[in-house]
């Protein structure tokens, strides 16, 4: 049979093998979670970088929509304008024709600008929301403070007196 010492030096071990498995499996979850992290960061990374890809071929798309636009208004002004000289026609109606294509030039330009800052804007929010990733949260295990340190040698060292106290009755 096991003597009292024997009983509550057991019952001390027990708790400190307890402590050290909790020690373990904290440890672990804190690699996990950071692992998590560097997951989460990297695909934020990826698509903060594809979002500034896209921004920029829209910026450029719409630059080209511009010069197209600005193209099509010139040839149909010049082309009106000729018209007009060839058949002798001038004054304020030509004129009015010819600022009608410059006014049509602007408002596709306007709208096309600011589709541009809409899409723009949506895709900042789209970045700002891809970053906001948070850290990972310290595990802490028995063994990672003074406090944690203290408490499971206090712990055990009750097992163990409890253990010697209860072992007169076996």
């Known amino acids: 049979m096991c003597g009292p010492a024997a009983v509550a030096g ?4 027990g708790a400190i093998l307890n402590a050290y498995q ?27 970088a594809s979002l500034q890809e896209r921004e920029y071929q829209e910026r450029e798309a719409a630059a080209a929509d511009i010069q197209a636009l ?7 002004s010049s082309a009106a304008h000729l018209q007009a000289l060839e058949a002798g026609v001038g004054g304020r109606t030509v004129q009015v024709l010819l600022n009608q294509f410059e006014a049509d030039r602007l408002a596709g330009i306007g ?20 970053a906001r990733i948070q850290p990972p949260r310290r595990h802490l295990g028995p063994f990672d403070s003074p406090l944690g340190i203290a408490t499971t040698l206090l712990g055990a060292g009750s097992a163990g007196a409890g253990a010697y106290g209860t072992a007169g009755s076996f």
Do not use: C, M, P, V
Request: no cysteine.
């Open 70 to 76: 600005t193209r099509r208004a010139r040839q149909a």
């Open 10 to 13: 057991i019952a001390a071990s």
């Open 111 to 130: 709208a096309t600008e600011r589709n541009l800052e809409f899409t723009s804007r949506q895709l900042q929010a789209q970045a700002r929301s891809a």
């Open 22 to 48: 909790a020690q373990q499996q904290a440890h672990a979850e804190q690699r996990y979670e950071n692992l998590l992290y560097g997951q989460r960061r990297e695909e934020a990374l990826d698509a903060f």
